[in-house]
Every structure is written in C-alpha cells, then in structure tokens.
C-alpha cells in the first residue's frame, strides 16, 4: 500500500497568513492526488485534484503543486472560514489512501 | 444540484451484520463510480472499495474482503455497502461518495453525509 503522510500534523496561523501543508507518497504517484478539507462533524470537501487542479466554486487563495512524491497545498490568505483539518489522497494505486490530516488552527 | 443521502445512525452488537444505503439525486446514478470510506473518531478517512452501478462491478480494499459487499438498485438510483463480522474497531462515521473519472483522476466531488456506526456489546 501506498502510505500518504502529511506534515505538519497541526499548525496555529492567523488570518491573512500563508500557510503551506505538505504531503508525501511512499512511492511515484505521478499527480494521482487530491485535497480535501473537513470542519467538524461534516463530510469532506474536495479543493484540488490531479494535484493542482482547483475544483469548481472554491476560492483561488487555495493552490496545489507538486508530483511524484511530494506535493504542497497553499493557502495564500488565511480567512476564518478556512480552520478545518485537511487531507491528501492518492488515486493512483489501489487501495487508495489518506494522509492522516492537518489540523488549521487559530493563532 | 447532486446529493447523496444516506440511511441513518445505527448501532450493532459485535458479530452483527451492517448495511448501508446511499440514494442519489442529481445526476444520472450509473454515470460515476461509488466509493465507500470510513472514519474513525480522530483519524484520516480510510477507503473500502469502489462500485460501478452501471456494471455492478466492484473492488474491494483487501483489508475488507470477505467482510465487505458492495451494491446498487438502479430503479432507485441507491447503493449499498453491506459489512459483516463487526467488531468493535468497525466503530466509524461511514461515507459514500461520488468519484469523477477522466481528468479529475477519480477524485471525490460529492459526499454523502455519513452515517454513524457504533459496535458495542
């Protein structure tokens, strides 16, 4: 299995900050990679796909990059409505997996 | 706009067999794969399998097989995910989700809003 681990597992930002999670495959996952972001008690969200692809009607402050094995999401001005826990997740080998979150927290 | 709902909160002795369904609304139901993921309390999501409800056709998470069935009812637009053998570390939020082909590499675009799975004696 492909293991997914991202890093840092939680970090305290204010609003307007950048933020910048990482994420890591145990293998080449070429650009198999999506984010999504979770507030609580809620279900997933999807951002990004292909690793860099913004999905329809979220806001462009959120960016991907990377490939291979190492990707990054952005977030270039923190706003209130962006603490929440975010997770990677490969689709390019079965079974697909997850990074175990990144938690946002208010600074 | 596309929806999945899901079947409600449910409890189950250890042993005990579970099913969940998953109705969709919105789009036309055998166009897109059906995913199963699962979450534990604090812990990342953790994916099952997948279904094609045009086909039928499934894949199973290895660590699920034999405890897992994946299903569908076209003429309700419904799938179903059906788990065997409980036990208490099947404790879990349960999700079906929507997953795009193509160029969106199998990303999940739709979630349902999960459904709640305690196993307790």
């Known amino acids: 299995d492909i293991q997914m681990t991202q890093s840092p597992s939680s970090l305290s930002a204010s609003v307007g900050d950048r933020v910048a999670i990482t994420c890591r495959a145990s293998?080449?996952?070429?650009?198999?990679l999506n984010w999504y972001q979770q507030k609580p008690g809620k279900a997933p969200k999807l951002l990004i796909y292909a690793a860099s692809s913004l999905q329809s009607g979220v806001p462009s402050r959120f960016s991907g990059s990377g490939s291979g094995t190492d990707f990054t999401l952005t977030i270039s001005s923190l706003q209130p409505e962006d603490f929440a826990t975010y997770y990677c997740?490969?689709?390019?080998?079965?079974?697909?997996?997850f990074g175990q979150g990144t938690k946002v927290e208010i600074k | 706009q596309v929806q999945l709902v899901q079947s409600g909160a449910e409890v189950k002795k250890p042993g005990a067999s579970l099913k969940v369904s998953c109705k969709a609304s919105?789009?036309?139901?055998?166009?897109?794969?059906i995913n199963w993921v699962r979450q534990a309390t604090g812990q990342g999501p953790e994916w099952m399998g997948w279904?094609?409800?045009?086909?039928?056709?499934?894949g199973y998470a290895q660590k699920f097989q034999g405890r897992v069935t994946m299903t569908r009812n076209t003429s309700i637009s419904t799938a179903y995910m059906e788990l065997t053998s409980l036990r208490s570390e099947d404790t879990a939020v349960y999700y079906c989700a929507r997953s795009l082909g193509g160029t969106y590499y199998y990303a999940y675009d739709s979630w349902g809003q999960g459904t709640l799975v305690t196993v307790s004696s």
């Open positions: 293998q080449s996952i070429s650009n198999y």
């Open positions: 919105g789009y036309t139901f055998t166009s897109y794969d």
């Open positions: 997740q490969q689709t390019y080998s079965f079974p697909w997996t």
């Open positions: 279904m094609n409800p045009n086909s039928g056709n499934t």
